[in-house]
């Protein structure tokens, strides 16, 4: 089965059978088992909408809605002991699950389901009797309870008793029948709500009794499944019901398959501990991750607190429940198209489909609610074209959602476990869902309050991670039997390793990979190398400089007066935002915005003159930039030198990595490139001394120096380049085979160099075919090359290492450090930044790159939510707070460093070293420049922005940047093969050789391809 894609026809053996009544009949009373899920889903949130109710169980919430009439609206409902009353259910429902899971196996589905209605029953009639918050809670926690049991039971139930053609349909009669759960409350909530006597509440809540009931006398008279009769030893009873449900005499070939999965089923003592063998991972991910990524479409937003959120944005107290009604009779439409249309189109292009379709709506959404309320909350949608577009996009989400995650976060679980663990699958799907649904639930209103309309933008970017996922790593599943699943992923492009020999999942190579060449480290290359590696010296001083400068007095006063203003103001008052200026992160990333524009052109000059031709052209250039940012009278002049540092910039950032991966051997190149890294760090460092040194200069010119000094390096790198030798590769690329196989020797330490010399030259044959390289790049087999040299710079960036150099004064003084105990901090971590690189250079040839990113990621993940916790202690939501000395300053100091020191042992250095040395000769200008301007325009991106993202996300900033640093080291987990001691020209075999890759990499594509390659795992 193709990765990525998805088969359309479904798999396995086809049985025999008829769709007759009975089997109907008995689906659609299971199915009811939803109805009670649906019903608390939206009763809830219109009773915590209900005036009399919030007076008598919680009046501070009441009081806090009446104070926001006209300013706040995001925070009007945020009280943790009202999110409590609504999300106590489902962490309930997540323990009642594993006890719901035994009960299943044990005594049959049909059990489950009368226990969970039964215990919903007695829930329901304790809530509409409550007099007290603690008599709520306890009823809510037994409806919890009778959930867990009824969804852990019947989407098995539905999955086993339907015939393959149209489980999907069938199954989907569960979610169907939640989303009339849905509907009915809030047409109840609607009609209760006009109870005068403030009353109405009490029906709302009581009346979870008549789903309950129906739920109870429906399951009682219920036959159970044949798989289930099979499990508890009857066979014949399980032969005969299996005939009755098919509407056949002769069903011998299913029930034998029934048989023998229940005689597997019967090995296995344990299944919580069988279903964590390797052999059972697709299963045990796709019960993890579905329900995880359905609770964060954000559908909840709609659910449970529809009428909150609507009365939040402005709309009356009935015209809040009114738009509840609309939105959940669209969810009930909605899921009907999914009935007709799942067992035709399939699982996959649903929930494809739906996930572009949630994804749009929810920007749209948020987009508009920033229009009205903006930051601070101040708005109303009581009426007009706006609210009805409000409704519109809300609509087409939830039919986004009713046709895809809703419906298939219950059907796909429940259908792709084999017998011996399916209760066990279940109930893991479950409890997941309940666990994300209670965590969602309980954060959501102050989420709403903290994060705003960004909190829109939060779940968009989770649906288009989860469509990615399915796209990737869900098969289609329609039309195979359900004990056949086995067979759909054995043919998965991903999944097909675990089944059925237990295999290890992850890991990576050590060794690395391709020919030994012989050859010594001489003197020779390490002095070019570390005379080529100076070229980081521009990028570093630059990146430490800015921010230091944009922190001081004198400089803010004379270019940006209206910054220097604000500061003043925000003494004692918000912190976040005092230095939020578009003008003056301008000043900051402009640079690197020139510096994408001029990497696209330093790849032609590298290819076309040599390495050495951009270096000297990118010292020159920012030579020329320095002096006019020291000389800088206005802004414009400030401009303008950034923007020719920045060609630079480029043109160094393009050639010097390159440059390096080619002069360096195999086995220290790792070492030797990560010198442009440390030349990095050690410009920042210097960056950061000059800073403070020149703050004390008491005439205020001090800002000039900081900016002329950039010259230094600048002059250091010109002439150094100047006297530098080009590569072999390049001098061959140029037609000079002569001088090559010189320089190759040279470099080499060698005379007998013929072997490493045909494969460069081979190299460049190849590469002489190739006339367009930015047209080649796009071709299917530079794949690999293309997609790194792409995602590594984009996450390099996301790391949010940028907070730390160019804006790392300006981010201690917002948190109140002062004047020079913000330039003094910001020289201690790039002094952190020095040295850490520099184990990076001693262990990467050791350990290899792959472990430097992976712990370095784990590293910077913890220290991010670290930094953003504290932050959020000391200043809050307001941003008021200080960071003046003491315990909690030197705390927040050293997890910086902490966060300094994992990003330059990896994705720092890495993220220029891997890229340099993964493409082929044919590529390897186009791929750098990408590398480079990709870098670049999201440098460029987070500098125009931070400041911004700052005072609007304040302290959720840091959160952000560990969510993609969390998701960056899952993507080298799984995609980036271990290079180290491969040689750069027979970089192929190790793409060839990975699990993902290799199938983009024709075998002629390998240099020296009749060298017998091992396979690299996966992850590899």
Not at 140 to 166: C, D, T, W
Not at 773 to 788: A, E, G, H, S, T
Not at 804 to 813: D, H, N
Not at 861 to 874: D, E, L, T
Request: hydrophobic content about 50%.
């Amino acid at each position: 089965m193709a990765g990525g894609g998805f088969v359309s026809q479904g798999g396995g053996t086809h049985h025999e059978g008829n769709v007759n009544t009975f089997v109907i009949i008995t689906c659609l009373v299971a199915a009811m088992g939803g109805l009670i899920f649906g019903y608390d889903l939206g009763i809830s949130g219109g009773v915590t909408s209900m005036e009399h109710f919030l007076k008598q169980f919680f009046p501070s919430v009441y009081e806090q809605e009446a104070k926001a009439s006209g300013g706040n609206q995001y925070c009007k409902f945020d009280s943790q002991l009202l999110t409590l009353f609504t999300s106590s259910l489902y962490l309930a429902a997540l323990v009642a699950s594993f006890f719901a899971s035994i009960v299943t196996r044990a005594f049959g589905r049909k059990m489950s389901m009368l226990t969970g209605g039964l215990v919903f029953l007695v829930g329901s009639i304790l809530n509409g009797a409550a007099v007290n918050v603690e008599m709520l809670i306890i009823g809510r926690l037994l409806l919890g309870v009778g959930v867990g049991f009824a969804n852990q039971s019947v989407p098995v139930y539905l999955s086993e008793m339907a015939p393959p053609k149209i489980r999907g349909a069938l199954n989907i009669g569960f979610q169907m029948a939640i989303t009339i759960g849905i509907l009915v409350a809030n047409l109840v909530n609607y009609g209760t709500a006009q109870i005068k006597d403030g009353w109405g509440w009490r029906l709302s809540l009581a009346l979870a009794a008549v789903p309950a009931i129906m739920m109870t006398v429906g399951a009682f008279f219920l036959p159970d499944t044949p798989n289930s009769i099979l499990e508890r030893g009857d066979m014949e009873k399980a032969r005969q019901m299996l005939k009755k449900i098919r509407g056949l005499e002769n069903v011998d070939g299913e029930f034998q398959e029934l048989v023998d999965a229940c005689e597997a089923a019967k090995k296995v003592q344990h299944p919580w501990k069988n279903i964590m063998q390797p052999r059972y991972r697709p299963q045990l991910v796709i019960c993890c991750v579905i329900p995880f990524f359905q609770q964060l479409t954000g559908i909840n937003v709609i659910t449970f607190y529809a009428p909150v959120l609507y009365k939040t944005l402005g709309f009356g107290d009935s015209a809040s429940l009114m738009s509840a009604v609309i939105s959940g009779a669209v969810n009930v439409l909605a899921t009907i198209v999914s009935i007709v249309t799942v067992d035709k189109f399939g699982r996959k292009f649903l929930f494809l489909e739906g996930g572009a379709q949630m994804f749009i709506s929810q920007v749209a959404v948020g987009s508009m609610i920033w229009k009205t309320f903006g930051v601070n909350g101040e708005g109303s949608m009581s009426g007009g074209v706006e609210a009805d577009i409000l409704l519109a996009l809300i609509c087409v989400y939830v039919a986004g959602f009713a046709w895809s995650w809703g419906p298939l976060g219950w059907l796909v679980p429940s259908e792709i476990c084999p017998l011996e663990i399916r209760s066990a699958g279940q109930a893991i799907n479950v409890s997941v869902n309940m666990l994300w649904t209670f965590v969602i639930g309980q954060l959501f209103l102050s989420m709403l309050c903290h994060m705003k309309f960004g909190l829109f933008y939060f779940f968009a970017g989770f649906v288009a991670l989860m469509t990615i996922f399915i796209y990737w790593f869900l098969p289609e599943t329609k039309n195979v039997p359900i004990e056949e699943m086995n067979r759909v992923w054995k043919a998965h492009w991903f999944w097909g390793k675990f089944i059925p020999e237990d295999m290890a999942g992850g890991g990576f190579v050590s060794q690395g990979g391709g020919t030994h060449y012989e050859g010594g480290v001489n003197s020779f290359v390490i002095v070019t190398c570390l005379v080529a590696a100076m070229g980081g010296l521009i990028f570093g001083y630059d990146l430490g400089i800015s921010g230091g400068v944009t922190s001081m007095e004198h400089f803010l006063k004379l270019f940006f007066p209206s910054v220097y203003e604000q500061q003043a103001k925000a003494s004692g008052g918000n912190q976040y935002c005092k230095f939020d200026s578009q003008l003056l992160t301008l000043f900051t990333s402009s640079l690197y915005l020139a510096a994408l524009v001029a990497s696209f052109l330093a790849s032609a000059v590298t290819r076309a003159f040599g390495r050495k031709m951009s270096m000297l052209t990118g010292g020159s250039v920012f030579l020329v930039g320095s002096i006019l940012n020291g000389a800088a009278v206005n802004v414009e002049m400030l401009i303008i030198g950034r923007l020719l540092l920045g060609v630079g910039v480029g043109f160094a950032n393009q050639s010097v990595p390159v440059y390096l991966s080619e002069m360096a051997p195999a086995k220290i190149r790792g070492a030797l490139n990560i010198g442009f890294q440390m030349a990095i760090t050690i410009g920042i460092l210097v960056a950061n001394l000059v800073n403070y040194g020149t703050a004390q200069i008491k005439d205020g010119w001090g800002w000039r120096l900081s900016l002329a000094l950039a010259a230094v390096p600048a002059i250091m790198m010109t002439i150094g380049a100047f006297f530098l030798p080009d590569t072999p590769n390049s001098i061959l690329e140029r037609g000079d085979m002569e001088k090559a196989r010189q320089m190759l020797k040279k470099i080499r330490g060698l005379d007998n160099v013929d072997e490493e010399f045909q494969d460069l030259v081979d190299a460049c044959e190849a590469s002489k075919k190739v006339q367009h390289p930015w047209k080649n790049i796009m071709q299917p087999k530079y794949r690999p090359q293309l997609v790194i040299c792409c995602v590594i710079p984009f996450f390099q960036q996301l790391t949010g290492i940028n907070v730390i150099t160019f804006y790392a004064p300006v981010l201690y003084k917002t948190l109140g450090f002062g004047d020079s105990a913000s330039l003094m901090s910001a020289v201690i971590s790039g002094a952190v930044n020095v040295l850490a690189t520099i184990v990076s250079i001693v262990t990467v040839d050791k350990f290899g790159r792959k472990f430097l990113f992976l712990e370095g990621g784990i590293q910077m993940f913890i220290c991010q939510i670290a930094v953003g916790s504290m932050i959020w202690k000391n200043f809050g939501v307001n941003g008021e707070g200080s960071m003046q000395g003491g315990i909690d300053a030197d705390i927040l100091l050293a997890l910086i460093c902490v966060y300094v020191a994992g990003f330059a042992w990896s994705w720092g250095p890495l993220g220029w070293l891997v890229p340099s040395e993964i493409c082929p000769l044919e590529i390897r200008s186009a791929g750098q420049a990408i590398n480079v301007s990709v870098n670049m325009l999201w440098t460029f991106v987070i500098g125009q922005l931070f400041l911004s993202m700052l005072c609007h996300m304040k302290f959720g900033l840091f959160y952000f940047f560990a969510g993609f640093v969390a998701l960056m080291t899952i993507f080298i987990y799984w995609f980036l093969p271990e290079t180290k001691n491969v040689p750069i020209e027979e970089m192929n075999r190790v793409w060839k050789a990975h699990w993902f890759w290799g199938k983009f990499i024709p075998e002629d594509a390998v240099i020296g391809h009749h060298v017998s390659m091992e396979p690299y795992g996966k992850g590899v």
